[in-house]
């Protein structure tokens, strides 16, 4: 029988191509993300290669998302991939200019989310066991500090470290966990952090060959599918264009 990826934040970018990538193998799919619309555009594509169950979800919303996983159709029921990838950043600016609104809103959405997304689906994961796999999306920006990341490169830094804590508690279940760190990419990222300024989007993404969604479907379904006696701790991935940065020096 088919196994069952549970994608969150499938309406763009990673999450649908990963969706696509999953499809292709023949997986069952439980797909979400806020736009209805879009969602039944999947549904209605997807639904020819494999069979598909979508749902609109806002991951901050903790009651809704145990709906969900309650409510599951039985056959989606028996998941055994869980990919942790609706997120967002929202603005570049120093600290003190920032939005505390936004600042609640990552956090709301890339840690409160994905924690309550993942104790959810906890009990169907470790009944799946050996095989079953937990692939959290986080970022580069959890690794490096970068001005104007403040907040965000915070949530990033979380998944991380909820990463391994979660394998270490997982250890003897079966079930993996892997965070999977991109740095640039070109999806609707930057369209969101900036309030859908389209020429900063161009210019960061100009002549860079960032990192693609088809990039991260790849090396997320090769996660999903590695031998079940491997686990891959963090993956961090980046473009050949792009690398460090001098250490900032401020001089009196
Ligand atoms: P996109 O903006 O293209 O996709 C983000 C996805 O997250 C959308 O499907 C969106 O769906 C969903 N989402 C956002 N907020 C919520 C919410 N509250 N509830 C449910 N779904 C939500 O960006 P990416 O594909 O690039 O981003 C995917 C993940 O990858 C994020 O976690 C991001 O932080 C991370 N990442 C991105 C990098 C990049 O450079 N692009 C690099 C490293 C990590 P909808 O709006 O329909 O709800
Ligand atoms: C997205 C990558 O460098 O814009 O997580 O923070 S970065």
């Known amino acids: 029988?088919?196994?069952?990826?549970?994608?969150?934040?499938?309406?763009?970018?990673?999450?649908?191509?990963?969706?696509?990538?999953?499809?292709?193998a023949g997986?069952?799919?439980v797909l979400s993300g806020r736009r209805q619309e879009r969602l039944d555009a999947l549904a209605a594509r997807l639904g020819e290669q494999c069979p598909v169950h979508t749902?609109?979800?806002?991951?901050?919303?903790?009651?809704?998302?145990?709906?969900?996983?309650?409510?599951?159709?039985?056959?989606?029921?028996?998941?055994?991939?869980?990919?942790?990838?609706?997120?967002?950043?929202?603005?570049?600016?120093p600290a003190p200019e920032c939005s505390l609104e936004e600042w609640h809103r990552m956090i709301d959405t890339n840690i409160k989310g994905l924690t309550t997304v993942t104790h959810s689906l906890l009990p169907t994961l470790i009944a799946r066991g050996r095989g079953a796999s937990i692939i959290n999306i986080g970022s580069v920006a959890g690794h490096w500090p970068y001005p104007g990341g403040?907040?965000?490169?915070?949530?990033?830094?979380?998944?991380?470290?909820?990463?391994?804590?979660?394998?270490?508690?997982?250890?003897?279940s079966g079930v993996r966990v892997s965070c999977l760190a991109p740095g640039l990419s070109e999806s609707e990222f930057t369209l969101v952090r900036t309030g859908g300024d389209q020429a900063a989007h161009d210019t960061l993404y100009r002549g860079a060959d960032p990192i693609q969604p088809e990039d991260i479907a790849e090396t997320v379904f090769w996660l999903a599918s590695l031998p079940p006696h491997l686990n891959v701790n963090s993956l961090e991935l980046m473009p050949v264009s792009q690398s460090w940065s001098a250490f900032s020096i401020n001089r009196r």
Request: proline share 1%.
């Open 1 to 24: 029988m088919a196994n069952t990826a549970f994608i969150t934040g499938a309406t763009s970018g990673f999450g649908l191509a990963c969706a696509e990538r999953f499809a292709r």
């Open 27 to 29: 997986w069952k799919l």
């Open 55 to 93: 749902q609109a979800l806002d991951v901050r919303d903790t009651a809704a998302v145990q709906a969900m996983v309650a409510g599951l159709p039985e056959n989606f029921r028996e998941v055994h991939c869980l990919v942790n990838n609706a997120g967002l950043a929202l603005g570049t600016a």
């Open 150 to 172: 403040n907040t965000y490169c915070g949530t990033k830094a979380f998944v991380e470290q909820f990463s391994y804590a979660l394998r270490s508690d997982l250890q003897g």
